[in-house]
């Protein structure tokens, strides 16, 4: 199983970036997928998943209304839209891949079966 993660950038305060997540040696479709990032210095976070269909998804306080993920299953690929971005949304994202496909979007670190290497997003203030 391979996640590869890709997209992040430098950006200013205020500006966008949309990540990608490219899933391969999974069937794509059978799994919620989540984003989490981590700062320096700070342990890693949930930030937003959705499940297996698209239908259902979940987003951190701190993110909810700024960003917004989606999926394409036909290109095993799930999407993180960044918009309004502050200088605390500075972090390395991760992508991962939740084989119990469950009702509820899980937010804890543990749940996640696959990970992605991380792509560093920057926001200068």
């Known amino acids: 199983v391979q996640l590869q993660a890709f997209g992040g950038g430098l950006v200013q305060a205020g500006g966008s970036l949309r990540l990608s997540c490219a899933a391969s040696g999974l069937t794509f479709s059978g799994y919620n997928m989540g984003w989490f990032r981590q700062a320096p210095g700070k342990e890693r976070e949930f930030v937003t998943g959705?499940?297996?269909?698209?239908?259902?998804?979940s987003y951190s306080d701190s993110v909810e209304g700024r960003f917004t993920i989606s999926r394409d299953n036909a290109k095993n690929t799930v999407y993180l839209q960044m918009n309004s971005l502050k200088a605390e949304d500075t972090a390395v994202y991760y992508c991962?891949?939740?084989?119990?496909?469950?009702?509820?979007?899980?937010?804890?670190?543990?749940?996640?079966?696959?990970w992605g290497q991380g792509t560093l997003v920057t926001v200068s203030s």
């Open positions: 991962a891949a939740d084989r119990d496909r469950n009702f509820f979007i899980a937010t804890m670190f543990s749940d996640y079966d696959y």
């Open positions: 959705i499940s297996w269909s698209g239908g259902r998804t």
